[in-house]
């Protein structure tokens, strides 16, 4: 019977239009904490810190949480997780990167197409003249408050918070990219969250393989094709060389 490893490498080699989902479970190996997990920052943390609602009426409350985030952030390199979904690119299997993260590594990392469906911590908006700040612009405010020097507006990072709705532009993109995958590798993601989630249960209804990369369970698994509880640094280069031999023979003689 054919393992685990070498369906998804059959799957993968057979591609040209995966599309990859990604969530926090990519980036721990680079030092950026989970959210969810046992650990993770959601139990430093109570969920009011990252909540939209509670965020409008004392945004003082995000500046803490992003005295323990950014330092990690700003210190944070791509793993070999982030480098193997550049090489799954650079062998035209790989068309898209739709992430739930907002650390900018796969970016950092060389991928070309990434959607950042929760945001990014790199700029911000002011919720009254929608003025965009980019980081160096944003920290020098951050210190103290996230009043707007222009209309005295609260100056929003652009991460997407509890309770508000996901940036437009990029979900369309999502879903028009799931619309068109023949194969979807989730990594990383406990698919806890909607509607990243429906991305999945989308491709699913497609009929589009699944590929999971996940160390616990996630709410999908029952939808998926292959599942791998694996550490992502680990797994998925090792796949990633695996489908290379299949797809450039010549090399590997
Ligand atoms: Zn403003």
Known sequence: MESPVDSAVRLLSASDYAVALTGAGISTDSGIPDFRSPGGLWNTFPAIFGDYHSFLTNPEQVLELGRVLLPLLFSAVPNE?????????????LQAIITQNI??????????TVVEIHGTYKTAT????KRAFTLPELLPLSSSSLI??????IVKPDVVMFGEPLPEEAFSQAVALTEQADLMIVAGSSLEVIPASHLVTMASRNKVPLIFINKSQTALDK?????LRETISECLPHLVALVRKEVIPCESQ
């Open 81 to 93: 997780g982030h480098k193997a979904m550049k090489k799954l690119e650079d062998l035209d299997i």
């Open 103 to 112: 650390d900018g590594l796969h970016q950092m990392a060389g991928s070309k």
């Open 126 to 129: 002011c919720l009254g003249c």
């Open 223 to 227: 939808l998926a094709d292959i599942i």
């Open 148 to 153: 707007c020097p222009d209309c005295l507006g």
